[in-house]
């Protein structure tokens, strides 16, 4: 049985830094170019791909966070980490951890089997 549990959003405020975490269980994936990745999604809007890291450690990165937001994994604790430095107004999200065992495109959300419940960042 397959979790994704997030944690760490918050409020802060603009110019700020939030550290948020996906804690997995379950996951067996054993294909090359499998992917876990962030996604949010603001108000009015369609969830769309931030971030994502392949089996092999290669990351993407949407270009709307890029030099902003680091994506990383600690394969001992299970844990997907999504470092968010100098946050916008309009990053304001619920923000979503994803994993795809398949491999497919890193931000289509079609190919995500497996989300977590989400947590909310407010950034003013």
């Known amino acids: 049985h397959v979790q994704l549990v997030e944690s760490g959003g918050g409020s802060v405020q603009a110019g700020g830094s939030l550290r948020i975490s996906c804690a997995a269980s379950?996951?067996?994936?054993?294909?090359?170019?499998?992917?876990m990745g962030w996604f949010r999604q603001r108000p009015g809007k369609e969830r769309e791909g931030v971030a994502a890291?392949?089996?092999?450690?290669?990351?993407s990165v949407a270009d709307s966070v890029k030099g902003r937001f680091t994506i990383s994994q600690d394969n001992a604790k299970n844990t997907l980490y999504l470092q968010m430095n100098s946050l916008k107004p309009e990053d304001t999200a619920m923000y979503y951890c994803?994993?795809?065992?398949?491999?497919?495109?890193?931000?289509?959300?079609?190919?995500?089997?497996?989300w977590g419940q989400g947590t909310q960042v407010t950034v003013s």
């Open positions: 890291i392949d089996s092999d450690g290669c990351t």
């Open positions: 379950g996951l067996t994936f054993s294909g090359s170019g499998a992917w």
């Open positions: 994803a994993a795809d065992e398949y491999g497919g495109s890193w931000n289509f959300v079609p190919d995500f089997g497996y």
